[in-house]
């Protein structure tokens, strides 16, 4: 059983700065990537940053410059610090983690929502102007 609790939201100013936590347990073998989704209301759901355990990184194209996503391995935490922030990074972040997708013998992780099989409750992140 994996389990994912985020924490770290709130209401900052636009210019202001957050860090999320998503602390996870529970079989480690499905959960080679994870990734931070976010969702605004009545937008769809989009993926902002993704961890794989080869320590491969990635950020979406909206918060590269602004948002770092890192590992405590002793903790198995996954962090995003995000700094800059702006009111359109306002939605409810998630926390989720699923296996690779494994194609001669090399390992790929994505965006795709239904890849992740657990998830967290989510932490909202509000940014006012």
């Known amino acids: 059983q994996v389990q994912l609790v985020e924490s770290g939201g709130g209401s900052v100013q636009a210019g202001g700065s957050l860090r999320l936590s998503c602390a996870a347990s529970?079989?480690?073998?499905?959960?080679?990537?994870t990734v931070w989704f976010r969702q605004a209301p009545g937008k769809e759901r989009e993926g902002v940053a993704l961890?794989?355990?080869?320590?491969?990184?990635s950020l979406a194209d909206s918060v590269k410059g602004r948002f770092t996503i890192s590992k405590d391995y002793v903790r198995d935490i996954l962090y995003l610090q995000m700094n800059s922030l702006k009111p359109e990074d306002t939605a409810m972040y998630f926390c989720?983690?699923?296996?690779?997708?494994?194609?001669?013998?090399?390992?790929?992780?994505?965006?795709?929502?239904?890849?992740?099989?657990?998830w967290g409750q989510g932490t909202q992140v509000t940014v006012s102007s």
């Open positions: 989720a983690a699923g296996p690779a997708h494994v194609r001669d013998n090399m390992h790929t992780c994505t965006y795709d929502d239904d890849d992740y099989m657990h």
């Open positions: 529970g079989n480690m073998y499905s959960r080679y990537c």
């Open positions: 961890y794989s355990r080869d320590r491969t990184t």
